[in-house]
C-alpha cells in the first residue's frame, strides 16, 4: 500500500464548477501538507502548504487537512480554464524532510 | 533565466548505454533532490542530497546515480539504462531553513526520457 493515495482521474468539469480534490494517507505521523500544480510540460509548482489540521484559503483555493480521518482536500471556486492542470498533495513528517507525493490529478475545466 | 534548469529537456537512448541528466539551480539552496515522475504512480524520489558531502538514497534508487558537484549541481546517471527507466526526470531544490516557505520544493522543467 502507498504511503499517499490519489485518485489520478482524469477529472472534467465546466467552467464556474467547484472542483474537489482529495488525498488519503497511512502515516500519522505526516504534519506538514501541501497541494502542488503541474501544467503540462512544466515542473510542479507550490499552490497551497497547511500545518496540521484545519482549513486555509487562499483566493479561490481552500485546503482542508482531516488529521482524524487522515483525509487532506482541495477545493477551487469558480474554476477557470487556466485551472487546467495535474494537482499533486504532497506531505511531510517534519518542516526538515523529503516529501511524500500522490499520484496526481488531472484536472480539465471546460470554457 | 529559470532558477532550476534541466539539461537535456528531451532524450532518446537505448537499452545499455549510459546516460548522465544535469540540473543546476541559482537559488542557492542547499537541498537538492532527484524524482521520476511516471502516470499513475506520481513523483518518486530517486536521490536527495542536504549539501554537498551529504547523498542519500530515496526510495528507488536501484539503477541510478548522483553526483553533487557543487551547491549549485546535481547530476543524475544511468549506468546502463533499461526500458522500465523511460519517464519524465525532475530536479528540484529546497532551503526550509532560509527564505523557501518551509518545506516548498522549486522544480525544474523536466526532462523527458525515453530508453527503447
Known amino acids: 500500500q502507498k504511503e499517499v493515495e490519489q485518485d489520478p482521474g482524469p477529472l472534467s468539469v465546466p467552467e464556474g464548477a467547484i472542483v474537489s480534490l482529495n488525498c488519503t494517507y497511512s502515516?500519522?505521523?505526516?504534519?506538514?501538507f501541501m497541494w502542488y500544480r503541474q501544467y503540462s510540460r512544466k515542473g510542479p509548482e507550490l499552490l497551497m502548504y497547511?500545518?496540521?489540521?484545519g482549513n486555509k484559503e487562499d483566493g479561490r483555493f481552500t485546503a482542508q487537512v482531516d488529521k482524524s480521518s487522515k483525509y487532506i482536500s482541495l477545493f477551487i471556486r469558480d474554476s477557470q480554464p487556466s485551472d487546467s492542470a495535474t494537482y499533486l498533495c504532497a506531505m511531510s513528517y517534519s518542516n526538515d524532510y523529503k516529501l511524500s507525493f500522490g499520484a496526481g490529478t488531472t484536472v480539465t475545466v471546460r470554457a | 533565466d529559470a532558477d532550476v534548469t534541466q539539461t537535456p529537456r528531451n532524450r532518446i537512448t537505448k537499452t545499455g548505454k549510459r546516460i548522465m541528466l544535469e540540473c543546476s539551480q541559482t537559488k542557492g539552496h542547499d537541498r537538492m533532490y532527484w524524482y521520476r515522475q511516471d502516470p499513475g504512480l506520481g513523483l518518486r524520489l530517486i536521490y536527495y542530497s542536504f549539501d554537498v558531502k551529504d547523498i542519500n538514497k530515496g526510495e528507488i534508487s536501484d539503477g541510478y546515480s548522483v553526483s553533487r558537484q557543487a551547491q549549485a549541481k546535481f547530476s543524475l546517471s544511468l549506468e546502463s539504462a533499461i526500458p522500465n527507466q523511460t519517464a519524465l526526470y525532475f530536479c528540484?531544490?529546497?532551503?526550509?531553513?532560509?527564505?523557501?516557505?518551509?518545506?516548498?520544493?522549486?522544480f525544474g522543467p523536466g526532462t523527458r526520457l525515453t530508453v527503447l
Open positions: 528540484a531544490t529546497s532551503d526550509p531553513i532560509g527564505q523557501g516557505k518551509n518545506n516548498e520544493q522549486f
Open positions: 497547511t500545518y496540521s489540521s
Open positions: 502515516n500519522s505521523a505526516f504534519q506538514y
